[in-house]
């Protein structure tokens, strides 16, 4: 079974902080791709990354990083200097391999950041 | 004009109404979706459309029914909803289903409130 977990409910930081946003899957699928999203107030998610499971190197993206873990199933992601532009909720998915369906996102329940002035 | 929209942004309705719920996608897509996005919970993906053929249906309560009339046109047909209905409902959109790569963009979905 697919299975995403965010267990930070919810995160305050000051402006400027740092700030990581963790994430735990849990599949039996040696193929897989794991994805964030953005949902600011106005509702739309927005794409961020998608990361397949062979492929292990950070990334990084401006104020953007993300930690892929195969080893404890994570895949975390970082704010570097926080702005209040990032406050959102943010959704870590899992989208399994080659078999039918496998094109479903399963989400986790997100994790609601507040970037304070 | 942007990726995936959505009309109305917000809807109120009441528990005897019928209301459709639209998604445009602009992007030159083959596959749309509808999810639900109810508080505290995981985004539910309710249909899936590939080539304007359905091709999931998660054990979606009767009441909800979708129609796909092309590829860049997606609706939700709403009748006798219940209040526990009430939620944020996402559109979205991809290359195509069951792409290994695929990944799917969202619209700014659509508020309901049923009364």
């Known amino acids: 079974a697919q299975k995403v977990t965010q267990a930070q409910t919810e995160i305050s930081v000051v402006e400027k902080e740092d700030v990581t946003l963790d994430c735990v899957y849990e599949?039996?699928?040696?193929?897989?791709?794991l994805f964030w999203y953005k949902q600011p107030p106005s509702g739309e998610l927005v794409f961020l990354i998608r990361?397949?499971?062979?492929?292990?190197q950070n990334e990084i993206s401006g104020r953007y990083s993300w930690n892929f873990q195969k080893s404890t199933s994570s895949f975390n992601f970082t704010i570097t200097a926080s702005q209040v532009v990032d406050s959102a909720v943010y959704f870590c998915?899992?989208?399994?391999?080659?078999?039918?369906?496998?094109?479903?996102?399963?989400f986790g329940t997100g994790t609601r950041l507040t970037v304070i002035p | 004009e942007t990726g995936v929209t959505q009309t109305p942004r917000h809807l109120v309705m009441g528990m005897t109404n019928k209301k459709s719920l639209k998604c445009e996608q602009h992007?030159?897509?083959?596959?749309m979706y509808w999810y639900k996005q109810s508080a505290k919970k995981p985004l539910e993906l309710m249909f899936v459309?590939?080539?304007?053929?359905?091709?999931e249906n998660n054990s979606v309560p009767s009441r909800f029914s979708p129609e796909c009339p092309n590829s860049s046109h997606l609706f939700l047909h709403l009748h006798t909803l219940q209040p526990e209905d009430s939620a944020l409902y996402l559109c979205?959109?991809?290359?195509?289903?069951?792409?290994?790569?695929?990944?799917?963009?969202f619209g700014p979905g659509t508020r309901l409130t049923v009364l």
């Open positions: 979205a959109s991809s290359q195509e289903w069951g792409l290994i790569t695929d990944t799917q963009y």
């Open positions: 599949t039996r699928d040696t193929t897989y791709y």
């Open positions: 990361r397949n499971s062979f492929d292990e």
């Open positions: 998915a899992l989208r399994g391999g080659l078999k039918a369906g496998a094109n479903n996102l399963f």
């Open positions: 992007l030159g897509h083959n596959a």
């Open positions: 459309y590939s080539l304007e053929e359905r091709v």
